[in-house]
């Protein structure tokens, strides 16, 4: 009786950290989503000055969201989204509209896809 208990509490707490990390990766996600859309609403009215601070913003917000990402994520995903964001911090203050929204909309792409990749799912698990 004693390990059905046992293995019952820690398949609850594995299920629940797996609710867990998704919520928290969910909530990473959309912090970053709209740190990416004011920067890419002012690279389309063409304030470079603010888009430049905005993209700096960016870079914070990635790195204080995404720094217990690699205990639960795949670390190649993490690369590409940095080096992502090592070409928009080129683009943008350089004025090059289409390379820096292109690359803005790589990195939105790449975040909203890890929150989906990583649920607690039937489809997943198995």
């Known amino acids: 009786m004693r390990l059905l208990i046992s293995i019952i509490i ?23 989503t709209r740190q ?11 304030d470079w000055a603010i888009a ?23 670390h190649q ?12 911090k080129e683009y943008v203050p350089s004025q090059n509209p289409a390379l820096a929204l292109g690359q803005l909309s790589e990195i939105r792409l790449m975040v909203e896809h890890i929150p989906k990749k990583e649920a607690v799912t039937l489809e997943n698990i198995l």
Do not use: C, H
């Open 77 to 88: 995903e993490m690369d590409n989204i940095e080096f992502s964001l090592a070409k928009v």
């Open 36 to 46: 990416i859309d004011r920067v890419s609403r002012e690279i389309q009215k063409e």
């Open 10 to 32: 820690i398949l609850a707490t594995i299920i629940g950290a797996g609710f867990w990390t998704n919520y928290a990766l969910q909530a990473s996600t959309e912090k970053l």
């Open 52 to 74: 430049v601070s905005q993209t700096a913003q960016l870079e914070k917000t990635w790195e204080k969201e995404a720094r217990w990402w690699p205990v639960v994520l795949d």
